[in-house]
């Protein structure tokens, strides 16, 4: 029998996540919009967590997945093959470099991730370089949750507890050029940073390296940061003279939000394999990918098959949700519509930083977007911990309607970012709307933690 939800925020829940914070109970969304039961509205300016890119109940989808639900929910991979999922396999191929034109479908980030990884080590194993395990990363970075993506992330609070139980690998520092006070121009610091893996993959032994991932615009760990151009070609120049596959992290990047359907379009990188999810499905259904080069796949499949796969894999019905999502964006010129918001979006927090000194930086692409509190612009001395700014602003901006999503840039224990990263569906008036909640605010924020040029 049905039991009634007896929702009382004072009493625990009965489920556990992170912590033991309760949430309102979600009523309904709609656009770019959330409605707690009562009746309290919020602005989704981070689209959950960097997901629900097209927003929240488009009826193109909803009607997508309800005719598929009509016909089936499940078919398992070694039984059956699926309409859904080979049309969508079809599609997302279409939308990737050229020679990328099987996927592989998972129902998460995590998933996709762990996928790359082991896919790199079987075309190894099948082309005899079977001494090849290193998979370099940077630091920071955030690859997803499992004991492997763990192992190449870089974000110490997640990574710390488990550290006996997982093989780390190693990593160089992530480009973030903000931090630094040199006197090299922009494109010398993406080459300084790139030639940081060269050394790397000397220093390990080059015939001891399988890979390379990056996330080509940050997110997580590192608030949507982008590196100086050069850095980009730099790199994949350096996994070409080694031999290291080069996978490109676009769990966050990808499916659109930085503009383009990949954010490698955005430097013309071709890499060796893909992770996407999040956006792919947009919060309509878990559903993740990974797509590789045919010359990565075909030896791993002539060689007796990918020892890999997970039950949910190209599941019909997210794969309906994630083709319905996909044509949406494409028929609604929804990239375009990231790249002009984005550049609007970014343009009103750089404004911010005029009337709030401790913003430090601003930074992303397209509607992948971020900014950084500091105690001085100057140094880029991160605000004390202990003062919490990134879980305080979170909540400010909550009780006011708008909800952002935070974390800390340096190691994961300092420098308060919060990324700023609406569905792409966003218009002007509801950046406006952002942007004055944001103003409220970090004002209350600054006159509560006495920050600099925060007045009284
Ligand atoms: C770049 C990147 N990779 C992997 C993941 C892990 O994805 P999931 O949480 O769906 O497992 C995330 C999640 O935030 C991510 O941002």
Redesign the pocket.
């Known amino acids: 029998m049905k039991r009634p939800v007896n929702w009382n925020a004072a009493e625990p829940s009965r489920l556990f996540y992170q912590t033991r914070q309760r949430r309102p109970l979600l009523d309904r969304a709609e656009g770019v919009y959330l409605w707690d039961r009562n009746g309290k509205r919020y602005l989704d300016g981070c689209s959950g967590?960097?997901v629900s890119n097209i927003g929240h109940s488009n009826p193109r989808v909803l009607e997508a997945m309800r005719l598929q639900m009509q016909r089936s929910t499940f078919g398992y991979r070694l039984h059956f093959e699926n309409e859904p999922a080979e049309h969508l396999a079809a599609q997302i191929a279409d939308l990737c470099p050229e020679g990328h034109d099987r996927v592989f479908f998972v129902s998460?980030?995590?998933?996709?991730?762990e996928s790359c990884l082991k896919l790199a080590r079987q075309h190894a194993i099948t082309t005899g370089q079977g001494s090849r395990w290193r998979v370099i990363s940077r630091n920071p970075s955030?690859?997803?949750?499992t004991l492997g993506?763990l192992a190449i992330t870089g974000y110490r609070p997640l990574t710390d507890p488990f550290l006996p139980m997982m093989q780390r690998m190693p990593s160089v520092p992530a480009p973030r050029c903000y931090l630094d006070h040199d006197s090299l121009s922009d494109a010398d610091r993406g080459i300084r940073y790139a030639d940081m893996l060269r050394d790397k993959i000397l220093e390990l032994g080059p015939e001891t390296v399988l890979a390379f991932i990056m996330?080509p615009v940050g997110?997580?760990s590192t608030g949507a940061l982008v590196a100086p151009d050069s850095y980009y070609q730099r790199v994949r120049e350096i996994c070409d003279e080694f031999g290291v596959l080069l996978i490109y992290?676009e769990?966050?990047?990808g499916a659109g939000r930085t503009g383009r359907y990949l954010a490698a379009d955005h430097w013309g990188i071709k890499p060796d394999i893909i992770?996407l999810?999040?956006g792919l499905a947009a919060g309509y259904a878990p559903l993740?990918a990974m797509l590789a080069d045919n010359r990565i796949i075909e030896p791993v499949l002539d060689a007796g098959g990918f020892q890999h796969g997970f039950t949910y894999a190209g599941n019909p019905l997210a794969c309906a949700a994630g083709l319905a999502v996909t044509q949406e964006i494409l028929e609604c010129g929804l990239m375009e519509q990231a790249a002009s918001m984005g550049k609007l979006l970014k343009n009103e927090l750089e404004g911010l930083m005029g009337e709030f000194p401790f913003i430090g930086d601003v930074r992303g692409k397209g509607l992948l977007l971020a900014f950084e509190l500091v105690a001085s612009r100057e140094t880029m001395e991160p605000l004390p911990a202990s003062l919490n700014a990134y879980a305080r602003l979170v909540e400010l901006a909550y009780e006011r309607g708008l909800i952002i999503y935070s974390r800390r840039t340096r190691d994961g224990i300092e420098g308060d970012h919060f990324l700023v990263c609406p569905p792409m569906i966003i218009t002007r008036e509801h950046i406006a709307e952002i942007i004055e909640n944001l103003r409220r605010s970090l004002k209350a924020l600054g006159q509560e933690l006495h920050l600099p040029g925060a007045g009284s």
């Open positions: 967590a960097m998460g980030g995590s998933e996709a991730v955030y690859h997803g949750c993506a996330e997110g997580a992290d769990v966050m990047s992770a999810a999040k993740g």
